[in-house]
């Protein structure tokens, strides 16, 4: 099982450009997350999945969209790329109130925004 | 929503001292208490859990406390290891926001041999 896949690992945008962030899960999982890592800094919630079909939004969601059309995927989409998403972002996983709540996070991209 | 609060945001002991990170939070109504560790470049990954009804739970060196009325929770680590240098994170969660993670700004922990 591969877990938690990430693609890109590492991406470089000029301001303005747009671009999807892809997460992958083969656990099952029916809750999905994408959280940022700011230098120095504690994750921040950007959106969740609680399921195909739902989403909502964490705490910092201006910037970004995201979908959920499949259990496996949870894209993220950035629409106006600003330097202020300068970050590394990282998808997590969990079972949610039917199993464990530990989170599987995956190996994260690195975002540059120029 | 819920904020979480965690110090030091740095420690450095020396090897087979005792650490401890402690962490605050503000929505009672949390009842998940993970801790992460992240080495450099790496994502976090979990090393010990708490529910709230639990007041106390260990893993070989590695113990988690939890005061629900005073709403804090601690990490200690005996026995400290250069091995055990990084940054970790407190987080608390609950059945609002679907248990996603609020997560702590980080202690860096420098184990010195």
């Known amino acids: 099982n591969a877990g938690v896949t990430q693609t890109p690992k590492f991406q470089v945008l000029k301001t303005g450009q747009s671009m999807t962030l892809q997460c992958a899960q083969d656990?099952?999982?029916?809750?999905m997350s994408w959280y940022r890592q700011d230098p120095g800094m504690g994750l921040r919630l950007i959106h969740y999945?609680?399921?195909?079909?739902?989403?909502d939004q964490g705490e910092v969601p201006n910037g970004y969209n995201v979908s959920r059309s499949t259990t496996e995927d949870f894209p993220l989409r950035l629409l106006s790329a600003a330097p202020s998403q300068t970050s590394v972002y990282f998808c997590?996983?969990?079972?949610?109130?039917?199993?464990?709540?530990?989170?599987?996070f995956g190996p994260g991209t690195r975002l540059t925004v120029l | 929503g819920e904020n979480v609060e965690q110090h030091p945001s740095t420690l450095s002991v020396q090897e087979g001292d005792s650490a401890v990170i402690k962490c605050t939070y503000s929505?009672?109504?949390?009842?998940?208490f993970p801790w992460y560790k992240q080495e450099l470049g790496k994502r976090p990954q979990l090393i010990i859990d708490?529910?709230?009804?639990?007041g106390e739970k260990k893993d070989q060196r590695i113990a988690v406390t939890l005061n629900k009325t005073a709403k804090h929770f601690s990490l200690h680590i005996t026995e400290t290891q250069p091995e055990d240098s990084a940054v970790y994170f407190c987080?608390?969660?609950?059945?609002?926001?679907?248990?996603?993670?609020?997560f702590g700004g980080g202690t860096r922990l420098m184990v010195k041999p």
């Open positions: 997590a996983t969990h079972a949610g109130t039917s199993g464990s709540y530990e989170q599987f």
């Open positions: 656990m099952n999982h029916e809750y």
């Open positions: 999945s609680v399921g195909a079909g739902i989403t």
């Open positions: 929505d009672s109504a949390s009842n998940y």
């Open positions: 708490i529910r709230s009804n639990v």
């Open positions: 987080a608390a969660s609950g059945m609002d926001a679907g248990n996603m993670l609020t």
